[in-house]
């Protein structure tokens, strides 16, 4: 079963900032928290991962709260390009041998 | 740019056929995944494997079969395609040290069984 539950859909208009929650309320304290995208059909493209501290890089932000049971990614300036589907995974990380589950995902759409 | 290889790219099949769809990796990554995806729909887990020699079922169940005799290949079996098992095919590498640990997806199959 996926440990995460996000909102099956949002919109975003381009140039603004695109929030897109996760819950993930039974997260073990050794779980990273990663997020992928999916454009069209073509196979899901890695974005940001973390453990407990908020991360940044060239694509996104990611924001873990205190507690750790949920998480927004952030597109900062969202284009026609980030219209996609947006999977929140946890997992304990780059050591793990389970199984990597993809949920539903958050299908964003970046609004001209 | 990742550097994991799916062949071919689309397959349109007759029911029974034996059919093999093919993995390759060129990063050295001990551990693969083949998920399953329909149209629209959530990507499945099928099959992934720690390493050489090891096999291992995912959540849906599946007719196919995986090996793993060599690190950089992961390819999947169908015996008797069906047309139930028209679907994409997606196929991923991570490794377990020595980086991110995120997952490398390839271009996808998409099998057509008619």
């Known amino acids: 079963d996926a440990k995460t539950t996000q909102p099956t859909s949002m919109d975003c208009a381009e140039g603004r900032a695109a929030n897109l929650p996760c819950n993930h309320s039974t997260i073990s304290g050794n779980e990273y928290v990663y997020w992928y995208r999916q454009i069209h059909s073509q196979g899901p493209q890695y974005i940001i991962h973390?453990?407990?501290n908020n991360e940044t890089n060239e694509m996104a932000s990611l924001i873990i709260t205190e507690d750790r049971k949920s998480s927004t990614l952030i597109l900062p300036h969202a284009t026609l390009r980030d219209t996609a589907v947006y999977y929140c995974?946890?997992?304990?990380?780059?050591?793990?041998?389970?199984?990597?589950?993809f949920g539903p995902g958050t299908s964003l759409s970046v609004i001209p | 740019e990742a550097d994991i290889y799916q062949t071919p790219r689309y397959l349109v099949i007759g029911t029974g056929k034996k059919i093999t769809l093919e993995c390759s990796q060129t990063?050295?990554?001990?551990?693969m995944y083949w998920y399953q995806q329909d149209p629209g729909m959530e990507l499945h887990l099928i099959h992934y494997?720690?390493?050489?020699?090891?096999?291992e079922k995912g959540d849906l169940s599946s007719e196919s079969t995986v090996s793993r005799i060599r690190t950089e290949h992961f390819p999947l079996t169908l015996e008797s395609a069906r047309p139930s098992h028209t679907s994409q095919y997606l196929c991923?590498?991570?490794?377990?040290?020595?980086?991110?640990?995120?997952?490398?997806f390839g271009p996808g199959t998409r099998l057509t069984v008619t």
């Open positions: 991923a590498s991570s490794e377990t040290s020595g980086s991110r640990g995120e997952q490398y």
């Open positions: 990063m050295g990554h001990d551990k």
């Open positions: 973390g453990l407990k």
């Open positions: 494997s720690y390493g050489v020699n090891s096999t």
């Open positions: 995974i946890v997992r304990v990380g780059k050591t793990s041998y389970d199984k990597v589950i």
